[in-house]
């Protein structure tokens, strides 16, 4: 086990609605970053978090958005939800460049 | 330049084989290349990584070849068991100063037979 949580573990919603997902980093690592994982595919990189600013995106339009907070944890908040969205989402806590992964939170938007 | 290339993408082996998964990049940048195992339904947990002046690291039966002028490198392990049937991820990075994100190859699927 990691040290990292993340909620809820699975979540449905349907096209349009908007979700946050949750997560709380491992102790003593202040960087969250989270990643999209579709079905049979690599994680991809979607921002990271660093001492509460965003420090680096990939390529995910804006409705995809973040926060940390002082004590490290985070949310990812998806807006205007849309099939494609439908994926695993992982967050993963560091303090240098090894990143620990939580579970995941399984998304299915219907 | 910022993909790195996994193969094969499954992979079958016998009890106490030595299944080995390659992986290839072309950003020289990248100075940090961890691997990843991931069961089903769960997150991806980190295995064993490398730094590119290292030709070799080795963790219990997990070892990590590394050929830096070709940009490739490769997971080898070592008398596999049933247990170690799950999907590996190779990953490179940048150096810790950029965003840190982590490029992900595509996966193998391994399967070791009883």
């Known amino acids: 086990e990691t040290g990292v949580t993340q909620s809820p573990t699975h979540l449905i919603k349907t096209r349009g609605q908007q979700v946050t997902l949750r997560c709380s980093s491992q102790?003593?690592?202040?960087?969250v970053s989270w990643y999209q994982q579709a079905l049979g595919q690599g994680p991809q990189f979607i921002f990271q978090y660093y001492r509460e600013e965003e420090n680096g995106r990939g390529n995910f339009p804006p409705r995809f958005s973040g926060l940390q907070f002082p004590n490290y944890s985070s949310e990812l908040n998806v807006n205007a939800l849309e099939l494609d969205d439908s994926a695993l989402y992982l967050c993963?806590?560091?303090?240098?460049?090894?990143?620990?992964f939580g579970p995941g939170t399984r998304l299915l938007v219907l | 330049q910022q993909q790195v290339k996994q193969s094969p993408q499954s992979l079958i082996v016998q009890k106490g084989g030595i299944p080995i998964i390659n992986c290839a990049y072309e950003?020289?940048?990248?100075?940090?290349f961890p691997w990843y195992q991931q069961f089903p339904g769960k997150g991806p947990a980190l295995l064993i990584a490398?730094?590119?002046?290292?030709s070799e690291k080795k963790e219990g039966r997990f070892t990590i070849s590394f050929n830096k002028s070709a940009k490739q490198f490769s997971l080898h392990i070592m008398d596999s068991q049933p247990g170690d049937s799950a999907t590996y991820f190779c990953a490179a990075t940048l150096p810790s100063s950029n965003t840190g994100k982590l490029i992900f190859g595509q996966g193998t699927t391994l399967q070791v037979k009883p």
């Open positions: 950003n020289t940048a990248f100075d940090y």
């Open positions: 993963a806590s560091s303090r240098l460049e090894t990143q620990y």
């Open positions: 102790s003593g690592h202040n960087t």
């Open positions: 490398i730094r590119p002046d290292v």
